[in-house]
């Protein structure tokens, strides 16, 4: 049975709440004191495979307790169960790809969401949203339960926390009012496909991306194991009091990681023999902070930016 519900004090004070607008629309809202000192971290995670044994539970414990002591929210694009020891899993073996504690389990897809919601309830109040990928949405096909629902619901008996979800892609809206003023920043969410490239780590995707979601500021995706950011620039068209100008404005790509160090030595496994490299292991730290960008007919134009640092 869940365990009683736990307020945890810290959720009173967070810089940040988030509503849902739709189901893979998210809005996250802030009201800061001060426009040249504002700033909000986001931890930007995927990829955990928590129940593989893999997994590095420790580093995922380390960003967590990092998202406390930065008073930071975090958001997970999917995959967070591997989930291939079910009994219909034609990739089912007896070792290396499942926990004992799973694996020895008469309930295996309860025992995962058991596990995962006991690891992350400590920081359910910080989440933002919990998304879907290929893993979770192959269990719903195959066998009929959703693993991110299950967990979310679970997290939330737990807590108290309101814990979303969302889809495989979705938005999520950052909101700052400061005064009269409302800034935003728009990131689009989606787990990821295909393989990543073994020469392009994923970075075709870039402008392919771009072309259909021009509105997003970022654009953040897991799936493919790799961890990098990267800057794109376009030209938008903006009004200040009336006046119309042509404002170049950056866009941000971004892959977030993983946490499943699945080479080791090098000596075997699915990763070495299929020849894939090693990945890199941790997660994404997205900073929120306002610029000021130029002076318009002396009115300062002022936007809500970002920018990334590795999780390690």
């Given at each position: 049975?869940?365990?009683s ?10 810089p940040?709440?988030?509503h ?123 066998q ?6 299950r ?6 008996t ?17 909101r ?97 023999e ?9 997660a ?29």
């Amino acid at each position: 049975m869940p365990r009683s519900k736990q307020p945890n004090p810290a959720a009173k004070s967070l810089p940040f709440s988030v509503h849902q607008a739709a189901r893979n629309i998210h809005i996250v809202e802030m009201r800061p004191d001060s426009r040249s000192n504002f700033e909000q971290w986001i931890l930007l995670r995927s990829d955990a495979h928590h129940d593989n044994p893999h997994s590095d539970h420790e580093l995922q414990r380390k960003h967590l307790r990092e998202c406390e002591e930065r008073n930071a929210g975090w958001i997970d694009l999917g995959d967070a169960f591997c989930a291939m020891g079910g009994r219909a899993d034609p990739r089912r073996v007896k070792h290396g790809i499942t926990r004992p504690e799973h694996a020895m389990a008469n309930d295996y897809f309860d025992s995962l969401v058991r596990h995962a919601a006991d690891f992350l309830a400590p920081h359910a109040h910080r989440c933002i949203c919990l998304g879907r990928g290929n893993h979770e949405t192959s269990v719903l096909k195959q066998q009929e339960t959703d693993l991110t629902e299950r967990l979310a619901e679970r997290m939330r008996t737990m807590t108290g926390a309101p814990v979303f979800t969302t889809g495989y892609g979705g938005f999520v809206l950052f909101r700052v009012m400061y005064k009269q003023t409302v800034y935003t920043l728009t990131m689009a969410l989606y787990h990821g496909s295909g393989g990543g490239g073994m020469m392009t780590f994923d970075t075709l995707r870039v402008r392919r991306q771009a072309s259909f979601q021009p509105d997003a500021d970022v654009l953040a995706c897991g799936h493919v194991h790799e961890r990098w950011w990267l800057q794109t620039a376009r030209y938008r068209l903006r009004t200040t009091n009336g006046l119309y100008r042509v404002s170049v404005e950056p866009q941000w790509h971004v892959r977030t990681g993983c946490y499943k160090q699945e080479h080791g030595d090098g000596y075997g496994g699915f990763a070495v023999e299929r020849g894939m490299p090693p990945k890199p292991i941790g997660a994404m730290w997205m900073r929120l902070f306002i610029q000021h960008v130029e002076k318009v007919n002396n009115n300062s134009i002022w936007r809500l930016a970002c920018d990334f640092h590795e999780a390690s």
